[in-house]
């Protein structure tokens, strides 16, 4: 799996966007990008995953760019229950959508959101 | 719908002690992932599990092993603790087959080795 880069900390106040950059600039073409975020004494928990589209669901956007080098999460009002780790992962999916894979973790950005 | 859990919560060995942690996967998955985190760093991948089988395996040495059941829950092992093997020990299930292979974390057992 492609290694990323990412600050190790961030701060926004909340209700602001929250933009989590990643640099994964050796990512190969069937490499997805991935993020999850662990919030204190819990489990991570998946947020979003891209190819090569941007996505967007319920919990955030994911931009990746058109050279697909590096991505970001944003988080579009954050509250401060989105205080957490923050981990982008490049990961393979094999043939048919299917993956025995396992997930590298990097240090993370750790997102402080204040009042 | 009964997410990942994991038992015990918490766990105190001394060194050269064994032990056992056990989870049992969300209502639906088939695959089970282990991880090892470290205060203070990402999760590490130990190996994970399908159709009872390991199927990978990261860096981790053969004092740590492990076994999936019919059901699909899972058991971690580990040999001759270290006190380096003092961390949060996590599993996470998934479903082969779904297209992103989401991966649905416990909330971990706190191992302290003494």
């Known amino acids: 799996d492609a290694k990323t880069t990412q600050p190790p900390s961030m701060d926004c106040a909340e209700g602001r966007a929250a933009n989590l950059p990643c640099n994964h600039s050796?990512?190969?073409?069937?490499?997805?990008v991935y993020w999850y975020r662990q919030i204190h004494s819990q489990g991570p928990q998946y947020i979003i995953h891209g190819l090569k589209n941007n996505e967007t669901n319920e919990m955030a956007s994911l931009i990746i760019t058109e050279d697909r080098k590096s991505s970001t999460l944003i988080l579009p009002h954050a509250t401060l229950r989105d205080t957490a780790v923050y981990y982008c992962i490049v990961r393979v999916l094999n043939a048919g959508g299917t993956s025995y894979g396992k997930l590298t973790f990097g240090q993370g950005t750790i997102l402080t959101v204040h009042p | 719908d009964a997410g990942v859990t994991q038992s015990p919560t918490h766990l105190i060995k001394t060194r050269g002690q064994q032990v056992t942690l056990r989870c049992s996967p969300k209502?639906?998955?088939?695959?089970v992932s282990w991880y090892q985190q470290a205060l203070g760093q990402g999760p590490q991948f130990i190996f994970q599990y399908y159709e009872e089988e390991e199927r990978q395996r990261g860096n981790f040495p053969d004092r740590f092993s492990g076994h999936q059941f019919p059901n699909y829950s899972s058991e971690l092992n580990v040999n001759a603790l270290l006190l380096g093997d003092s961390a949060l020990y996590l599993c996470?299930?998934?479903?082969?087959?779904?297209?992103?292979?989401?991966?649905?974390f416990g909330p971990g057992t706190r191992l302290t080795v003494l």
């Open positions: 209502s639906g998955h088939d695959t």
């Open positions: 996470a299930s998934s479903l082969v087959g779904r297209n992103y292979n989401e991966q649905f």
């Open positions: 050796t990512i190969s073409g069937n490499e997805y």
